[in-house]
Every structure is written in C-alpha cells, then in structure tokens.
C-alpha cells in the first residue's frame, strides 16, 4: 500500500467578518503560513516574519528555482517576494489576514479540488507553506491577448489551504461536464483546472458602443467547480474615480437632480 505524504504545512483558520473578512489562521509549533505584502493584520507574540523570494514553495531547490517561481510571480503582477509567518513557540500561535477591499474571503483545499486551482491574478491572499503561487499559461492566444485585466491568471498548486479574496458576494456554481457559463472577465475570481476556458468578443454595434467594460467575457464550460464575484475590485475603482473627478451641481440644480437619477442615486 502506497503511503501519501503532504508536502504543505497542516493549518486550522477561521473566517471572521462579514462583508470585511478576514482569515485567522492557527499555526502549530514550527507550521508557517506565507501571505502577499500588504495581507498581514495581526498575529500572536512568538510568530516571526521572514521575507521569502519566490512562489512560496518549499519544494524550492538553488537560486535557478527562487528566481523561476519570483519569475512567475512578476508575470502576474506580484511582487518577486512574499512573506512567511513562522511558529517558533512551544504552543498554539494565531496570525490574521485581511482582505484589501470589501468582500469575501474563500478557502481552498487544493488537495481536495485536485491540487491546482486557477484563479485571477490579484486573488491570492495567503496560504500554508508549501503551496506554490505562480502564472497559469494560456492555451489560447485570443485570452493572453483580449482577455483584458481579469485574464493574466495566477496558477495555486499543491496541498494544503490557500485563502483568496473577492469583491461583493460570493457566488459558487459547479458546472456538469458540456454545461456552459458565460461570465464578465472581472466577475471570475477561480475555477478548478478541469473547467475549459476561453474568451468571447461581444459583437454587434450596440454592444460595442455602449457594452463598456462587457466588450468581452469568458465563455466556461463544464465539468467542474467556478467561483464568481459580484463587485470586481475594478468596476468599484472606475466608479470611485467617476464620483472623485466629476463636478455636479447637486441640492437645487435640476440637471444635477437628473443625472443623479440616471445614476441610480434618486433625488
């Protein structure tokens, strides 16, 4: 009988909040979780911070494989080095994540989803040691090409826990094998690597002129598991800038009034 070993450190979590979350994640002694710049909240006396170049992977072996996993990372947009939050005490130790903008926090058990998830590139949030975070390279041109922001897409192997984070509310669908969804690029947070994917241009005139940001969508096609966010951390973005950069008469102005109604504010 052949015996499994797993190569990720074991770690408990808990999710708190609601539409701020945050993942709390219990660490052993010796157990280390490794998270991006910026994702740290707050963590118990007796955990140590360390900077790690790289994909987070301590399978990791000479300076070629730091530099090719820190590679990976940069295609993606991520900085070439992550953090490490490390047990050195002799009992229970707890570190917290936040997430940088309001939503969900997801957990994935990449041994149980098949070792290796395919998610958007900013979604990563934190994981156990050992899973490593890099670039899913694309089968189709028209995706790395068209595909605009949503579709540089960040690849989660091993397995232990990863935690990812979304905008909005958190929609989960599992698709049977030819069953097909049609989502919003920025919508599509992960899916698992069983789900064939590509990018669809949405033509017709009308489309184009007034679709905006839905001038292409990603076509997926079952069988498999997908997760869906409802405000992408862009579409919140464009409509923060529209509101900062925009002068309009507002209390007794009759075309503020209006365009406040168009805008879905009411009068």
């Known amino acids: 009988m052949e015996t499994y070993y797993q190569r990720s450190h074991e770690i408990d979590y808990k999710i708190l909040g609601e539409e701020m979350q945050c993942v709390e994640i219990e660490l052993d002694p010796n157990e280390t979780a490794i998270a991006e710049s910026g994702a740290f909240m707050m963590m118990d006396d007796g955990i140590q911070m360390e900077t790690i170049f790289g994909d987070g992977s301590q399978q990791q072996r000479g300076i070629l494989g730091k530099l090719l996993g820190a590679g990976k990372r940069l295609l993606t947009g991520e900085s070439l080095f992550m953090t490490a939050f490390t047990n050195i005490s002799h009992g229970k130790r707890r570190v917290s ?107 017709g005139i009308k489309n184009t002129i007034f679709g905006g940001e839905g001038l292409f969508f990603a076509t997926l096609r079952g069988p498999g598991r997908v997760w869906i966010q409802t405000l992408p951390v862009s579409r919140l973005a464009s409509r923060i800038l529209q509101y900062g950069t925009t002068t309009r008469k507002e209390e007794g102005g009759i075309l503020g009034g209006i365009g406040n109604v168009l805008d879905g504010d009411g009068w």
Do not use: N, W
């Open 97 to 203: 994540f936040a997430s940088p903008y309001p939503g969900k926090v997801i957990p994935l058990d990449l041994m149980r989803l098949g070792g290796r998830m395919i998610c958007q590139k900013d979604a990563f949030l934190c994981a156990a040691k050992g899973v490593s975070v890099g670039i899913e390279f694309q089968r189709r041109l028209g995706t790395g090409l068209f595909g605009g922001e949503g579709f540089i897409m960040q690849k989660l192997e091993g397995d232990g826990l990863a935690f990812v984070h979304a905008g909005g509310h958190i929609v989960e669908k599992d698709l049977q094998s030819g069953e097909m969804l049609k989502v919003d690029t920025g919508c599509l947070v992960a899916f698992t690597p069983s789900i064939d994917y590509d990018i669809q241009f949405v033509g």
